[in-house]
């Protein structure tokens, strides 16, 4: 889901929005989005990943996320670069608001790759920057980085993929945290992939509390150049707090 497209919030904070949006498409099981939880796979050397996407979470009667666009390109060997510019809106019973949400610059760089008839994993760094130009009620008005490392082992039509790392959030009554994941996809058919995760992030505020939550994904590529995507599930752990459910859609193209 990259996790996607989530700084932390003033409120107290939905953990979709504070985990990296780190966003790419592995082979051979389409890693990353729709999941929260990344892969370590860059984009291809001189392509392009664009994402049209919405995303939301809903949590004591507000939901709120954001729709926009989530751009990666290959840009070297093992490296994809990543801008994200969103659109962020904020649903509660008494009022609708909307407006923009907080630009993501990010690299991701793959250094080392998996042994098939081993156990040695693919390994990425992707370190993000959530950029504050959002408003003090969807987002942080300070700078954010979060850092993780992520893996992946393939076998066949099974991808199993995850890590995590720690964010820097800074502010007023704001702690630093930690988030991870993981995630087991399989291809079903040659267009078509489903998969499950478990992520989990500790508390970002003083008073907060630390949070778990669970996804189902699907994946169904149209054609060779573009594929629907979609997530959602429950939280499993202080889910009034921090998210009853959240979901992510996202038309994606490849070239």
Known sequence: MTPTTRPPRRRRSPPWRAAAAACAVAAPALAGPPYITDDPEPTDLGHWEVFAYASGVHAAGDTAGEGGVDINYGAAKELQLNLVVP??????????????GVVQVAAKYRFAHQDKDGLMPDLAIYPRLFIPTASRRFAST?????????????????????????????GPDNRNFWFSGLTVARDITERFNLGA????????????????????????????????????????????EGGRWDFYLALQALY
Request: aromatic residues 12%; glycine residues 14%.
């Open 142 to 170: 300070r700078p954010n980085v979060f850092l993780p490392v992520w893996a992946q082992k393939d076998s066949g039509p099974w991808s199993v993929f995850g890590g995590g790392g720690w964010q820097y959030n800074p």
């Open 87 to 100: 659109e962020a809106y904020d649903k509660a019973a008494d009022a609708t608001s909307a407006g923009m």
């Open 197 to 240: 995760e478990v992520y989990h992030q500790t508390a970002d505020t003083r008073d907060g509390k630390h949070f778990t939550g669970a996804n189902l994904g699907v994946i169904y590529k149209v054609t060779d150049h573009w594929a629907l995507m979609a997530s959602g599930g429950p939280g499993l752990q202080n889910a009034a």
